[in-house]
């Protein structure tokens, strides 16, 4: 019998949440809520194996719900929750506490996220009203039970979810001081794609008795992913690539080395026709909400990230993935490229290589067990117009985000010619007084911004 021959009811899950799950459109179960459902949803500890986008957000979301709304529903208390669960990014934190929200509704339960980032008022706030489940990182966790905001003595279901990934940000120490704040007795679910850099010393202290489920895990092939090395000449061909690459009409994340050069290349698509917009560290908690939501809407059909959305973004139905600066090291592709392919649909992934860096895309690759073969390739070849697929219309840009390009050549000391009409002399005096915006000087209204966009710029 497969996964597809058995119904969330019979692996045991209550009316309520198979109605829940069914308005939401899931009535068939991924291998891994298969697998470990029955040991979760009888109160087990569970460690779950699995890769990113292999169904394991309602592996844990379905029992944690299934637990705390049947008999302890009702026993909400201000500032401690019943149900816990760690996440090492901002990003990933929200997108569970979204996957939990309909489920939680079914029972009359709420559900609030605990990240840093952002003014931590409202969550306080939100505690002390009394919340049933709480999604977090580490940090801020850390920080509001030090202030004795939160207390999780009354935590009854806790879950770790990307255990490796908290591992390679070195938050384990935190959530080891988290987990010893919650009650001996309470079932912990645990989700890793892999047991290396202190995961396993996690596993052995507090999931000493874990029934173990592995599937679909991280170094295991994908069918429905394909892999393609493209070689460019000079940085000029692979600057076109890009641009063919995204032109695309369906969604696409690209990813770059660094923060500038993410927001100078989505930037540089949308003048171009081509809506994207970025996602990196330098952004604040809200702009990278309105990012986020702007590419999972569709006004955006390109994502251009670093690392940061790796492992923390989940948007259904990325067709391609391109790596337009190889990563540094073979996990990080492979989590990079897990943004594709994801619950059952297929997906490409593609990496751009300049000639200096076959050797070590090479050793990447092999390490990251990926076979294939590169292929030489200019933005005309058909290959890439293959992947590119059906062109998206152009979109031209509105008059603000063509504004802000016009400030960045500003603030960059760039020439200001071509770029909008003929311009008086830079150093010249403004007819009528020199003078706008309610007496402010000309000189001193252009000073400010050129030196706060050469910091950012810096940064």
């Keep these: 019998m497969t996964s597809a021959d058995i119904s969330f009811a019979a692996l045991g899950v209550s009316a309520p949440l198979v109605k829940a799950l069914t308005r939401a459109g899931i009535t068939d179960p991924f291998p891994i809520q298969t697998d470990t459902l029955p040991d979760s949803l009888s109160g087990r500890d569970v460690l779950g194996r699995g890769r990113t986008g ?35 990014t901002r990003e990933l934190a929200t997108q569970i506490a979204a996957a939990l929200e309909p489920l939680a509704a079914a029972y009359r339960m709420t559900v609030t996220t605990i990240f840093g980032g952002v003014p931590q008022n409202r969550q306080v706030r939100a505690l002390r009203a009394g919340v049933d489940i709480v999604v977090a990182c580490p940090g801020r966790l850390e920080d509001l039970m030090n202030q004795r905001l939160i207390s999780l003595d009354a935590v009854e279901v806790t879950v770790i979810d990307e255990a490796d990934h908290m591992a390679d940000l070195g938050f384990l120490p935190g959530v080891t001081r988290i987990l010893a704040a919650t009650p001996n007795d309470g079932q912990r679910l645990l989700f890793s794609a892999t047991l290396d850099n202190g995961v396993n010393k996690l596993v052995s202290r507090f999931l000493p008795d874990a029934e173990l489920h592995s599937v679909d895990e991280a170094n295991s092939p994908v069918a429905a992913m394909t892999h393609h090395v493209f070689e460019t000449a000079s940085v000029e061909a692979k600057r076109e690539i890009v641009h063919r690459l995204a032109s695309g009409s369906g969604r696409r994340i690209l990813f770059m080395r660094t923060k500038h050069q993410a927001r100078k290349l989505a930037k540089q698509l949308t003048l171009a026709g081509i809506p994207a917009v970025d996602l990196h560290g330098n952004l604040s908690q809200g702009a990278r909400d309105r990012n986020l939501a702007v590419f999972a809407a569709g006004d955006a059909r390109v994502l251009v990230a670093t690392d940061v959305a790796a492992r923390g973004v989940h948007v259904d139905d990325v067709e391609l993935v391109v790596h337009v600066d190889p990563p540094a090291e073979h996990k990080a592709y492979l989590h990079r490229s897990g943004r594709t392919a994801r619950a059952g649909n297929s997906g490409a992934v593609i990496t751009l290589v300049l000639p200096g860096e076959r050797r070590d895309l090479a050793d990447l690759m092999r390490k990251a067990k990926i076979t294939v073969t590169p292929q030489r390739v200019t933005a005309d070849s058909p290959v890439v117009a293959e992947l590119v697929g059906t062109i998206a219309p152009f979109v031209a840009p509105s008059y603000s985000e063509r504004a802000a390009r016009e400030g960045d050549r500003r603030s960059s000391g760039g020439p200001r010619q071509n770029s909008g009409g003929p311009r008086r002399s830079s150093g010249g005096p403004r007819q009528g007084g020199g003078r706008r915006n309610g007496g402010v000087a000309q000189g001193q209204s252009r000073a400010k911004p050129r030196a706060h966009s050469a910091r950012r710029a810096a940064a």
């Design 54 to 88: 292999s169904g394991k957000t309602l592996a844990f979301a379905i029992p944690m719900v299934n637990r705390l709304g049947g008999g302890l529903a009702g026993r909400r208390a201000p500032s401690r929750p019943t149900g816990l669960v760690l996440a090492p």
